[in-house]
């Protein structure tokens, strides 16, 4: 089962919803004030924070308008940028927007303070109160903060139609992916070699189709103990299964209690929450459609590649094949399969070396990417990535290049292959 935090990212309506029960709560509060303690108190508050009961209806009533107003300019707002991000950027992109906590919590406060206000109107009776009341003023109050919540929300969307802030963003969404697995790798863990259970196999089988969204592989580690077993995992996060599809190899003398919803979350989409291939993939996506015959914005493509290389850097720490976590013991208690370091590489570049196989200047950023990678990668992994840069290259029909782009591109490639202990290609010149 996801994380709490998980859940309320991706379910958009909790936070609104949340902001919502609130508002009720606070505007019966103010009720039950006005009812009971303003009459009492009336002497000790200050006349200013007062009005009668038909200027409240006629100030609620304006304010009710213009939180409506306010809200619905907001949502148009939203599905303006939403628009946007899908034609300009990618069509994965928008989730990133309308699951950022910026977005909730103004979506929260605006709706909040409609209910408020309309409900606050609906108890503002004459023959209710027969003295003045505080409910319009905390109407004020509510509104003027609503207004400056709007003027920071002009900032912060004016802010992330930018790619930049977009890029900043998914690079940040890989970067923590990437820190959860290097925390997972911390714990004792052998390699496949070493995966060798001999307890009879039970077989657990996917409830519904969908993609793999999550698994909670700490809490699987816990239960293969806490059982004196083990436990294999057949899918990787990221894939699509179908119902009745192999997920989990149960390797135990007893048999093993794995309720399926508790320790894996399948949904009809991928999320980035655990996949690590699909946070890289939207950047990817980021720079293909700006290398895109339609759009041709090259610079765009160089910027997000330089991050793409910081990236695979840090990637390359991870450990990329058959991972089996062990006890205090030593014992083989999980094992998970990650996609290969290989595999990565390509799906990084390959769609993006593609589209851009008539542009240097995309080219020589694919190889800036990769002499950063290399640059923070240890040297097993230095084949592969030599290995992509000769994919790359083959892209390229390097006898027609022109001569200062020839040599341009020439001395990068120089430059990675003396990092990574290769002999250099040399590239063909003009005939």
């Known amino acids: 089962m996801k994380p709490v935090s998980y859940v309320l990212k991706e379910k958009i309506w909790i936070i609104p919803a949340v902001y919502s029960v609130a508002a009720i709560l606070l505007s019966l509060a103010t009720f039950y004030a006005d009812l009971y303690l303003v009459e009492r108190f009336i002497d000790r508050i200050p006349s200013i924070f007062l009005t009668k009961v038909a200027e409240g209806q006629t100030i609620l009533g304006i304010l009710t308008a213009a939180m409506l107003t306010m809200t619905t300019f907001t949502f148009s707002t939203v599905l303006v940028v939403l628009t946007m991000y899908t034609s300009q950027f990618s069509p994965r992109a928008p989730e990133n927007f309308i699951q950022s906590a910026t977005t909730r919590h103004v979506l929260g406060i605006f709706v909040g303070g409609f209910i408020f206000n309309m409900l606050s109107l609906l108890y503002m009776q004459e023959d209710v109160f027969d003295h003045e009341v505080l409910s319009t003023t905390a109407?004020?109050?509510?509104?003027?903060?609503?207004?400056?919540?709007?003027?920071?929300?002009?900032?912060?969307?004016?802010?992330?139609?930018?790619?930049?802030?977009?890029?900043?963003?998914?690079?940040?969404?890989?970067?923590?992916?990437?820190?959860?697995?290097?925390?997972?790798?911390?714990?004792?863990?052998?390699?496949?070699?070493?995966?060798?259970?001999?307890?009879?196999?039970?077989?657990?089988?996917?409830?519904?189709?969908?993609?793999?969204?999550f698994i909670?592989?700490?809490?699987?580690?816990?239960?293969?103990?806490?059982?004196?077993?083990?436990?294999?995992?057949?899918?990787?996060?990221?894939?699509?299964?179908?119902?009745?599809?192999?997920?989990?190899?149960?390797?135990?003398?007893?048999?093993?209690?794995?309720?399926?919803?508790?320790?894996?979350?399948?949904?009809?989409?991928?999320?980035?929450?655990?996949?690590?291939?699909?946070?890289?993939?939207?950047?990817?996506?980021?720079?293909v459609r700006a290398t895109s015959p339609g759009r041709q914005d090259p610079n765009t493509a160089k910027d997000i590649l330089i991050r793409l290389g910081h990236l695979l850097g840090e990637m390359s720490h991870?450990?990329?094949?058959?991972?089996?976590?062990t006890d205090e013991r030593g014992q083989n208690r999980l094992l998970y399969r990650f996609e290969s370091y290989s595999d990565i590489l390509y799906k990084t570049f390959y769609q993006i070396s593609y589209h851009s196989k008539k542009d240097v200047s995309v080219h020589s950023s694919m190889t800036d990417a990769l002499i950063v990678t290399a640059a923070l990668a240890p040297e097993l992994r230095y084949d592969t990535i030599w290995k992509i840069q000769l994919y790359l290259l083959e892209a390229i029909n390097d006898g027609e290049l022109k001569t200062l782009d020839r040599d341009f591109l020439q001395k990068k490639v120089d430059e990675l292959a003396d990092i990574t202990g290769h002999e250099s290609v040399l590239l063909q010149k003009m005939n």
Request: hydrophobic letters at 40%; charged letters at 25%.
């Open 216 to 287: 909670d592989l700490s809490r699987l580690m816990e239960l293969a103990e806490e059982n004196d077993g083990a436990i294999e995992v057949i899918v990787k996060i990221g894939d699509y299964v179908y119902e009745g599809k192999p997920v989990f190899h149960l390797y135990s003398e007893q048999k093993m209690d794995l309720p399926f919803t508790d320790y894996i979350t399948i949904g009809d989409e991928r999320t980035a929450d655990q996949d690590l291939g699909y946070a890289i993939q939207k950047i990817t996506e980021v720079a």
């Open 139 to 213: 109407g004020i109050l509510i509104v003027f903060f609503c207004i400056a919540t709007f003027a920071y929300y002009i900032h912060f969307v004016a802010s992330n139609v930018q790619v930049s802030t977009l890029t900043n963003k998914l690079t940040a969404d890989a970067e923590q992916v990437i820190a959860q697995y290097l925390d997972l790798y911390e714990q004792k863990h052998v390699s496949e070699e070493n995966w060798q259970p001999r307890n009879p196999e039970e077989t657990v089988k996917a409830t519904r189709a969908g993609y793999i969204q």
């Open 318 to 325: 991870l450990k990329t094949d058959g991972l089996v976590l």
